[in-house]
């Protein structure tokens, strides 16, 4: 996630929620081609951040919310510790009272996909 391009990659389908970001429109919106993409896009789904799923000729990529949440809490874990006075950020994980994270709900695809080559 430190390299910007995967960073921006990430961000699209993640801002898009339930509706996922298609591989082409991720190219154009990124200027990248398409091995700079398929490289990247195989690190995420590597991670298991992101998941594809095939439609029409081209591939749908979504945000997998749990893990990125599971990766958030673990970058953050130990907050502040060390200045012994607690942490600024709160628990990020955590709504406030009354209100409520939403997760997409999506199928898992039935067969591993790519990046596109």
């Known amino acids: 996630m430190a390299q910007p391009t ?5 961000r699209r389908p ?5 509706s ?18 398929s490289f990247h896009l195989k690190a995420l789904l590597r991670s298991g951040l992101i998941e594809g799923r ?3 000729g081209d591939i749908r990529y979504f945000a997998v919310v749990a893990a990125t949440r599971e990766l958030i809490e673990a970058l953050s ?4 510790e060390a200045s012994g006075e607690g942490c600024e950020l709160g628990d990020p994980l955590r ?23």
């Open 14 to 18: 993640l801002k898009q929620g339930r």
């Open 20 to 37: 996922g970001a298609r591989a082409q429109e991720l190219a154009c919106q990124l200027g990248i081609g398409g091995t700079a993409l």
């Open 6 to 10: 995967r960073l921006s990659l990430f």
């Open 54 to 56: 095939a439609e029409a």
């Open 95 to 117: 709504p406030e009272p009354g209100r409520r994270l939403k997760s997409p709900t999506r199928q898992k695809p039935s067969r591993n996909l790519h990046a596109p080559a």
């Open 77 to 80: 874990q130990g907050c502040c």
